[in-house]
């Protein structure tokens, strides 16, 4: 049975909460669902329309927004006050917080009433509100981001050094030569530095440095 929205507690004063979305009839179902709510007032604006001067709370519905643009539109509406995606995927969640880790909320397409308006208590009242499965996901690679670094931190001045020239593309032959060392250095130093790394392969070494650790 359909139930009926339940409104947070008034505030002491009305605040403005603002949809950005390219789908009117969103839109309008939106501000529908909100009008009960007397300690909010519904804005509804097109991704292009973001005024800088309006609005307590900000939401993106990043479903009617063209990907190739959410990031800018984001830079934008994250200078405005508190902001949070709305018909944001599992995946596109977790990309769009990595790159805009001041992303406040995040609402799936099939949450509920009940987690829109106690999201939206939430963040009006300078909270977050972050679904458990992009908060397990953002945990689980912050540990593996930990991991790397540490593993990285266990490598000697030389390990390091070499495994910069393999992120080069350097052999094992012109790595030696470059380091007056032998090819049998060279290959024993690689193997354990693969080996504090975690990694496979040099391939997999150079992913590590590059990508989790952010060495160019």
Not at 125 to 139: A, D, I, N, Q, Y
């Amino acid at each position: 049975m359909d139930m009926e929205p339940v409104c947070a507690s008034p505030s002491s004063s009305q605040q403005t909460i603002t949809l950005l979305t390219s789908n009117v009839l969103l839109g309008h179902l939106f501000r529908h669902f909100l009008d009960s709510c007397a300690e909010w007032k519904v804005n509804l604006l097109s991704p292009d329309e973001l005024d800088v001067s309006d609005g307590d709370l900000w939401l993106l519905d990043v479903s009617s927004v063209d990907p190739q643009r959410i990031s800018s539109i984001l830079e934008r509406l994250l200078l405005c006050g508190p902001g949070a995606l709305v018909n944001a995927s599992l995946a596109e969640a977790v990309r769009l917080l990595e790159r805009h880790p001041d992303i406040n909320g995040v609402f799936f397409s099939h949450s509920s009433r009940e987690q829109l308006l106690s999201g939206l208590d939430t963040l009006s009242r300078g909270g977050v509100w972050l679904p458990r499965m992009v908060m397990e996901h953002l945990l689980l690679q912050l540990r593996r981001m930990r991991q790397s670094a540490e593993s990285m931190a266990a490598l000697t001045a030389r390990e390091q050094e070499i495994l910069c020239l393999v992120g080069k593309g350097l052999s094992n032959g012109e790595i030696a030569e470059q380091l007056c060392l032998s090819p049998h250095t060279i290959k024993s130093h690689v193997h354990n530095l693969l080996g504090k790394l975690g990694a496979s392969n040099r391939v997999e070494a150079v992913f590590l440095l590059r990508n989790r650790l952010g060495w160019s």
